[in-house]
C-alpha cells in the first residue's frame, strides 16, 4: 500500500512540474497523421541508404516517448477522434471533429449521455479568445480535413465540409497554409478579404512575397500531392509552409499557436504505398527541423510532435524475407524504390483511364516493372475499374484498383503490411522544450492534452469554462423566448429569437449575430448540428434581447 501511495505521489509531482509554464510563448503541434513507429526505421534507413551521411531523422534526438492513442469507445482511433483529444482533452468516437462523445456499452472512458453531440472547445480557440494568440494550420490535406478541423471546427461527421469549412474561416484562423482551393465558398473567400486577408490560390511566388498575416494559401482543389510528385517550383514543400508560417506568426507579442500536419503519410498508408509515405514522412521531418529551429532560436517555444493514431503497420521484411531476411543488404531492400516515379494512387488513376493492353507500358514507364499475364487478371477484378471485362456484380466486394495494385507493386519488394487501416499501437512522441521540461514515458493522449494546456498557462478547467460560455444549447439560453428555426439551404440554418420587440437572428457557422438589424460580432462560432436539431450558441446572447 506504501508503494502504491509513493507511486501516486510521484506521478502528481511529475505532472504538476510539466503544469509549470516557465515562459512558453508560443506552441507548435506536430501532427504526423497515420504513423506507425516503424515507419520512422524505414525513412531513416531509405536516407541512409541514398546518404550514407544523413544516417537520422532530425526528430531522432527529440524523441520523449509513446502515446496511448485511441477513441472514446475503440482501441483503434480514426483521426478526427484522436486528434480531437489532443485538442480539447476529451477522447471522442468515429467522425466526430471537437465534438462530444454519444454514450456507448462499450466506451473505455467515462461519457455523459446528457452531453452528446455538445462542440468542445481546442486549445487554438482558447489560445485565441484568451490569450490573444495569433493561430496557424499548416496541412498538405484539404484545410476541412479532419486533423485540422479538429483545431478550429466542429461536427458529428467529418465529412460534412459545408459544416465545417466556415467555421475554420469564421474563427479567424490568421495563417493557413494547405489544399482545398475547392473547399473555400464564395461566401468565405469573401468575408477573409472583406477581414484583410491576403488569399492565393496555387499562387506560390505570392504567398513567399507576403510579408504579413493574415494570410491564406491554398493549393489543388483537395489535397496538395504526395512528395514524391511534387513540382517544386509551383508547390511549397512541408518545410517551406512551415517557415513561412512561422514568419508570419512570430511578429505576434502574444504568442501564436500553430498545428503542421503530415497529412497524407496516412494516406499513402491506407494503400500500403511504401516509398510514397517513406517520402511524406521525410518531408514532414525536414518541416520538424524548421520549427525546431526556430524554436532553438525564439528560447520560448514549445514544440510537441506526434501522430494521431497508427496506420497500416509497415514492416521492412515481409513473407519474401522468412528465410535469408539475416542476409539482405541494404540495397536489395531499397534499390527497388528508386524505380518507382509515382504514387499507387496516381498510378491507379492513369490505369483506370485505359485498357488492360495498355498497363504493361505504364508499369514499365513508371515503376520499371514488367507486368505478367497472371497480374492483369488479377488487377482487372478490381471493384472500381469501370473497363474491366469481368462483371461488376462480381468484383462488388474486392478491394479497389488501388490497394491491389499496391499488392503487386510492392509484393516485388521485402516490405509489408498488416492491413490498409489504423492500427492500435503506441505512437512516438517528440518533443523539444526550451527550459527541458518535457514528458516522457508513456502518455495518453489525455495527458498530451493537459500537458500541452498546462505549458500554455491555461488552468484546468479554462477551456470546459469556454465551452459551458459559448456552446451553450439555445433553448437554455433563449429559456422563455421564441424561437424559431429555418433551414436556407444545404448547411446553412438560421436561429430567430424574438423577446417583446426585440428581435436577433444567428445564422449557422458564422460569427456574428444580428439583434434589431444591427452586426454583432462574437468571439466564438454558432454550431447547429441537424442531427439533433440544436444550436450551439453562446449564453452572452440572452443579454442582448434584454437591453430593451
Not at 213 to 242: H, N, Q, V
Request: aromatic share 12%.
Amino acid at each position: 500500500m506504501k508503494r502504491i501511495v509513493l507511486f501516486n505521489m510521484l506521478v502528481m509531482f511529475a505532472l504538476a512540474s510539466f503544469a509549470q509554464t516557465g515562459d512558453i510563448k508560443n506552441v507548435i503541434l506536430m501532427i504526423t497523421d497515420g504513423t506507425s513507429t516503424s515507419l520512422l526505421s524505414a525513412a531513416r534507413w531509405y536516407k541512409t541508404y541514398h546518404n550514407p551521411s544523413e544516417n537520422y531523422l532530425y526528430l531522432d534526438a527529440f524523441v520523449t516517448g509513446l502515446t496511448r492513442t485511441y477513441s472514446s469507445d475503440a482501441p483503434i482511433g480514426d483521426s478526427a477522434p484522436t486528434t480531437s483529444c489532443y485538442m480539447t482533452g476529451y477522447p471522442s468516437q468515429t467522425g466526430f471533429v471537437s465534438t462530444y462523445p454519444v454514450k456507448t456499452d462499450h466506451d473505455l472512458v467515462p461519457v455523459d449521455a446528457a452531453r452528446a453531440y455538445q462542440p468542445l472547445t481546442t486549445l487554438l480557440e482558447a489560445a485565441k479568445r484568451l490569450q490573444g494568440k495569433s493561430t496557424g494550420l499548416v496541412v498538405t490535406c484539404e484545410f476541412p480535413h479532419a486533423t485540422p478541423a479538429d483545431c478550429a471546427a466542429h461536427s458529428y461527421d467529418r465529412g460534412k465540409y459545408g459544416i465545417i469549412a466556415p467555421q475554420v474561416v469564421h474563427n479567424k484562423v490568421d495563417v493557413l497554409i494547405g489544399g482545398g482551393t475547392a473547399c473555400l465558398y464564395p461566401n468565405d473567400s469573401l468575408f477573409l478579404k472583406e477581414n484583410g486577408y491576403s488569399l492565393y490560390y496555387n499562387d506560390y511566388a505570392g504567398m513567399q512575397q507576403c510579408r504579413k498575416a493574415p494570410m491564406w494559401a491554398l493549393y489543388g482543389r483537395y489535397s496538395m500531392p504526395y512528395d514524391l510528385e511534387r513540382d517544386p517550383k509551383t508547390t511549397p514543400s512541408l518545410a517551406e509552409m512551415t517557415q513561412k508560417a512561422l514568419e508570419l506568426l512570430s511578429s505576434d507579442p502574444d504568442g501564436f499557436f500553430l498545428m503542421i500536419e503530415g497529412s497524407k503519410v496516412d494516406w499513402a498508408s491506407h494503400d500500403n504505398d511504401a516509398k510514397s509515405a517513406i517520402l511524406d514522412f521525410i518531408a514532414f521531418d525536414n518541416a520538424f527541423h524548421v520549427a525546431q529551429q526556430f524554436a532553438e532560436k525564439d528560447g520560448h517555444t514549445l514544440i510537441v510532435v506526434l501522430p494521431d493514431h497508427g496506420n497500416s503497420a509497415l514492416t521492412i521484411g515481409n513473407a519474401k524475407s522468412n528465410h535469408g531476411y539475416d542476409k539482405l543488404s541494404l540495397q536489395q531492400i531499397m534499390e527497388p524504390l528508386d524505380a518507382y516515379r509515382i504514387s499507387t494512387a496516381t498510378m491507379s488513376s492513369k490505369m483506370k483511364e485505359v485498357e488492360t493492353d495498355q498497363w504493361p507500358a505504364l508499369f514499365k514507364e513508371y515503376f520499371d516493372i514488367d507486368l505478367q499475364d497472371a497480374e492483369i487478371e488479377y488487377l482487372q477484378t478490381a471493384k472500381d475499374y469501370k473497363k474491366s471485362p469481368i462483371d461488376k456484380e462480381q468484383r462488388k466486394n474486392n478491394l479497389s484498383l488501388t490497394k491491389m495494385l499496391s499488392q503487386v507493386i510492392y509484393g516485388r519488394t521485402y516490405f509489408g503490411f498488416t492491413t490498409f487501416g489504423h492500427t492500435a499501437e503506441d505512437v512516438f512522441t517528440a518533443m523539444y522544450h526550451p527550459m527541458g521540461r518535457e514528458m516522457r514515458g508513456v502518455h495518453t493522449n489525455i495527458e498530451i492534452h493537459e500537458y500541452i494546456r498546462g505549458q500554455m498557462g491555461l488552468a484546468d478547467d479554462a477551456l470546459e469554462k469556454l465551452t459551458r460560455d459559448n456552446f451553450a444549447d439555445y433553448r437554455e439560453v433563449f429559456d422563455g423566448f421564441a424561437c424559431t428555426i429555418d433551414s436556407l439551404g444545404p448547411y446553412e440554418y438560421r436561429l430567430t429569437v424574438k423577446n417583446k420587440k426585440n428581435v436577433l437572428v444567428a445564422d449557422s457557422y458564422t460569427n456574428f449575430v444580428t439583434v434589431n438589424k444591427q452586426k454583432c460580432e462574437m468571439k466564438s462560432v454558432i454550431i447547429y448540428f441537424p442531427i439533433n436539431k440544436t444550436f450551439y450558441v453562446p449564453k452572452e446572447l440572452r443579454d442582448y434581447l434584454l437591453t430593451k
